[in-house]
């Protein structure tokens, strides 16, 4: 293996810069050429492909988003793209690919591995964490820490006007990221996709504790459970306070990424390249009780994430 290429995909998540830069430096340190593809699997169709030094990973590891910038691409969906893409691939003598991204972009790392042999490595970068098999995506203590930051002010607010806030958060079909910021600020109330939620019964619990003197109400909820509005529709009148609604939306994606993440992701990005190195293809990195581990692409795939119910019940518990 003498050439290898980076490439970031799908939604952006904080620390991807990380991972660009863990990659082209151990790259270069292996003596390989490190390439980084721009705009993901889109930017590979086109061959927008460029060698990468290690000065140019420079100052990154800092920046929100990916200096290499994304894309969900619609054509590497299908055979032709996949087929085009390799061909790009392969004109640039690239004998090793990395993918950071979710699961879409993961699924498509492997699909590719499959139909063209092309060596490929996975880091799970997203703020979902809705990968198996590893314990955390890169981006997702950020997202986290963000997203506890802005339910803390308006808890202040809401504090203050005697009110209840309905915080929606992102997700996917995952409950994660509301879960465990509902749980680490102490919401009243927690809405996921993988519970079902009983209105009825829940505004009865917040109207209670309405009227035993608690002056605000925070509920989170998961963009896959119900948007803000239809709970804010479900509770209207119900619990006693008046209501306002906050869609959190992208700034979950942004900013400065975490120690944790940098961490991560620059230990992810490294084994990345001892992965193509060493033979172990098909492969995503995983954080696995501390340490990184190489997990087969196919087993994350068929693996899908599920919600700690262990956690859900601390939420209620602790609420
Ligand atoms: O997968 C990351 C994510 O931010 C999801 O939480 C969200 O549903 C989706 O991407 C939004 O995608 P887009 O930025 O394409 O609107």
Same mark, same amino acid.
Do not use: W
């Given at each position: ?7 970031? #995909? ?47 990973? /420079?100052?990154? @590891? ?13 054509? !590497? ?5 996949? $087929?085009?893409?390799?061909? $790009? ?20 790392? *492997? ?8 060596? +490929? ?11 198996? @098999? ?9 997202? &986290? ?9 308006? $808890?202040?607010?809401? #504090? ?9 958060? @992102?997700?996917?079909? #995952?409950?994660?990221?509301?879960? +465990? ?38 509920? +989170? ?37 975490? /120690? !944790?993440?940098?961490?991560? %992701?620059?230990?992810?990005? %490294? ?5 193509? &190195? ?5 492969? @995503? ?21 599920? *919600?700690?119910?262990? &956690? ?8």
């Amino acid at each position: 293996m003498k050439r290898i290429a980076v490439l970031t #995909s799908g939604g952006d998540s904080p620390g991807m810069n990380a991972a660009i830069r863990a990659v082209v430096r151990v790259g270069v340190r292996k003596g390989l050429e490190v390439f980084g593809v721009e705009r993901g699997f889109c930017g590979l169709i086109e061959g927008r492909i460029k060698k990468m030094s290690f000065n140019d990973v /420079a100052g990154i @590891m800092e920046k929100g988003g990916t200096i290499l910038r994304s894309s969900r691409c619609e054509e !590497f969906r299908t055979t032709e793209g996949r $087929k085009k893409a390799a061909v $790009k691939l392969r004109e640039h003598n690239i004998d090793g690919l990395v993918v950071i991204g979710g699961e879409g972009s993961l699924t498509g790392a *492997l699909i590719l591995y499959e139909e063209h042999t092309i060596p +490929v490595v996975g880091i799970p970068g997203t703020i979902d964490n809705d990968i198996g @098999m590893t314990d955390m995506c890169v981006g997702v203590d950020t997202c &986290l820490n963000t997203v506890v930051d802005a339910i803390q002010k308006l $808890k202040d607010t809401a #504090s203050s006007h005697e009110r209840a806030f309905i915080v929606e958060t @992102m997700g996917r079909e #995952s409950g994660y990221i509301a879960l +465990v910021s509902g749980l680490t600020t102490g919401a009243e109330a927690v809405i996921v996709p993988e519970v079902p939620v009983n209105y009825d019964t829940l505004s009865s619990r917040l109207l209670e504790e309405r009227k035993r003197g608690k002056i605000n109400c925070i509920i +989170v909820v998961a963009e896959g459970a119900a948007s803000a509005y239809e709970v804010a529709r479900s509770l209207e009148n119900r619990i006693g306070y008046d209501t306002r609604i906050t869609i959190l939306g992208h700034v979950q994606r942004g900013g400065s990424p975490t /120690a !944790f993440d940098r961490l991560l %992701a620059s230990r992810m990005g %490294a084994q990345a390249v001892h992965a193509l &190195l060493n033979g172990d293809h098909c492969t @995503m990195m995983a954080l696995e009780l501390g340490k990184i581990v190489h997990v087969p692409l196919k087993k994350v795939i068929e693996n899908k994430k599920t *919600l700690d119910m262990s &956690l859900y019940n601390l939420a209620y518990q602790l609420s």
